[in-house]
């Protein structure tokens, strides 16, 4: 899987007081990803999905493990941290990362 992050072009614009910190090793964090990713915008019955949507669909469940590999200012003073979720399709199948930013208080240390 890639660990490829996204923030290979960030230019700090104040390096004594970085905008992005990198962590220098990865922490291990459990995301809340009911918080983190939108809700489903009503319910739909498992029954009437097709079997290749049931099977080959991404896995998500209500919490994750993932890594922390960085902090992210807002302009507002808050942070985000950028954590990767390893996931799967239902079947186990495929496989992928997902890079997200998360707000800090949908993380919690492993």
Known sequence: MSRR???EDWAEPFPGAPILRRLDTPTEVVV??????????????????????RAG??????????????WLR??????????????????????LDLWLWVESANLTRR
């Open 32 to 53: 809340d990803i009911a918080h983190t990713l939108p809700g489903p915008a009503g319910f739909t019955r498992a029954d009437t999905l097709p079997l290749r949507v």
């Open 57 to 70: 669909g991404i896995l998500l469940e209500s919490t994750m493990p993932g890594t922390l590999h960085a």
């Open 5 to 7: 992050s996204g923030l």
């Open 74 to 95: 807002i302009a507002d003073g808050r942070w985000l941290a950028q954590v990767c979720v390893p996931a799967s399709s239902a079947n186990g199948c495929s496989q």
